[in-house]
């Protein structure tokens, strides 16, 4: 028994530091573009992904493509992937297939809240931003997203070394297996809490990799 606290120190340096916790008030923050800094979110899902709504903020240091949210499976590297290439729009993909979304607005170097929810049944997607509902549109009709597979933040896996890592800060990150309503989207832009999340930011089981930090949030909830 006396071994299990050295053995836990050596297997920290060896795969990054790791945490399981309330990240309320915290951020992560991505200092520059490095293929080597990369958080993992540790999630088991159970069954596959059939409705999601994930929904994270973050505030951009660069105009530059940025990985915002990743989850490779398997079957499907490109599962589900939230990508911003410029301050005017968004790169939504699921299983491989990409839908353009272009704010009325460019939104530059400040904080901003997104929400992105999918139904397999009639492939029909939400996408909010700064709470703010964007026009609907339909994606893979039919789809399901094997629960066989990993999330991470802030970069995509199979691009490392490649220009689409984030630089910035970024909080909030929850994920739920269901569509969330209009009013409970309120709640989460507000921080209020919206229960049986997969994945929650006041529970969050995560690895991180390389020059990332965990500092307290020094922003408002919109």
């Known amino acids: 028994m006396t071994l299990l606290p050295s053995l836990l120190l050596i297997l920290a340096c060896l795969s990054g530091s790791f945490g399981y916790e309330d990240l309320q008030k915290k951020v992560f923050v991505f200092p520059s573009a490095t293929k080597k800094a990369i958080v993992q979110v540790n999630v088991s899902l159970q069954d596959p992904l059939t409705n999601f709504t994930v929904c994270l903020r973050f505030n951009p240091l660069q105009f530059r493509p940025n990985t915002l949210f990743y989850y490779s499976t398997k079957p499907n590297s490109n599962a589900l992937k939230i990508i911003k290439p410029n301050p005017g729009q968004f790169n939504l993909q ?8 272009t704010l009325e607005k460019p939104s530059y170097s400040k904080w901003q809240h997104i929400c992105v929810a999918w139904n397999s049944t009639t492939g029909l997607v939400h996408f909010w931003h700064n709470g703010k509902l964007l026009p609907r549109f339909v994606m893979r009709k039919g789809y399901e997203i094997s629960q066989n597979g990993t999330i991470f ?12 890592c984030f630089v910035g800060e970024m909080a909030d990150v929850n994920l739920w297996a269901r569509v969330l309503k209009p009013d409970q989207i309120n709640l989460v832009m507000k921080n209020d809490e ?8 006041r529970a969050l089981n995560y690895t991180v990799r390389g020059d990332i930090h965990v500092e307290e949030a020094l922003h408002q909830a919109s």
Do not use: A
Request: glycine share 14%.
């Open 194 to 201: 919206v229960p049986n999340s997969l994945v929650s930011w």
């Open 153 to 164: 933040l802030g970069h995509d896996r199979d691009s490392w070394g490649k220009r689409e």
């Open 94 to 101: 699921i299983g491989g297939m990409t839908q353009i979304v």
